[in-house]
């Protein structure tokens, strides 16, 4: 008998299939993954609008689609892994396009060295450099997701960082504000 479960004690994968997203300056790039959350594959490679956002609705329309658990974005870290102008901007389009999911999870993961990576697969791939540009940000998508899946897959534990959640309470101390016990 063929089981898909884990071992016990291995981490398992959420259920569902997800949608990666790689924001570019021009364009956006989407991919997905099966419901089994074992591979990313590319879907599609928006124009971005900077102006109306008008891209976010078919990447709404994708998610709706494809009734996905969640939406991982992208997020563009600098290689000592501070942050910058470019993730200070995703930061702000992830939150925008979170607030039109309206209750769909978005998730901001490391996507660093992400479009080398694409390029180089697509380099492998047989894709004429030429093709490259057209094709790059759905690639970049896949990198993105399938790092996200694995990471999950590896840890237990969904990778990045969840937007709009609650932030971590703090322990609080076991004085009072006079600095006596209660």
């Given at each position: ?60 329309a994708e998610a709706r689609d494809r009734a996905v658990i969640e939406v991982v974005v ?36 490391d996507e660093r060295l992400s479009t080398v990576d694409a390029h180089r697969s697509l ?44 932030k971590p309470r703090t322990k609080r101390s076991a004085t009072t504000s006079e600095g006596?016990?209660?």
């Open positions: 008998m063929v089981r898909d479960d884990p071992p016990d004690g291995a981490p398992r994968l959420r259920p569902g299939a997800r949608l990666g997203v790689d924001v570019g300056e021009a364009r956006v790039g989407l991919a997905t993954c099966d419901p089994a959350g074992i591979l990313a594959t590319p879907v599609a490679t928006l124009r971005r609008d900077h102006e109306h956002r008008s891209e976010m609705d078919e990447i709404v992208g997020l563009p870290r600098h290689l000592s892994g501070a942050e910058g102008v470019a993730a200070r901007s995703i930061r702000d389009y992830a939150a925008a396009l979170h607030r039109r999911l309206g209750g769909t999870p978005v998730r901001l993961v380099h492998t791939s047989g894709v004429p450099g030429r093709e490259h540009r057209a094709r790059v940000d759905q690639a970049a998508a896949v990198v993105i997701l399938q790092a996200a899946l694995d990471t999950e897959r590896n840890t237990g534990r969904p990778a990045g960082e969840a937007l709009g959640g609650r006596t016990r209660p």
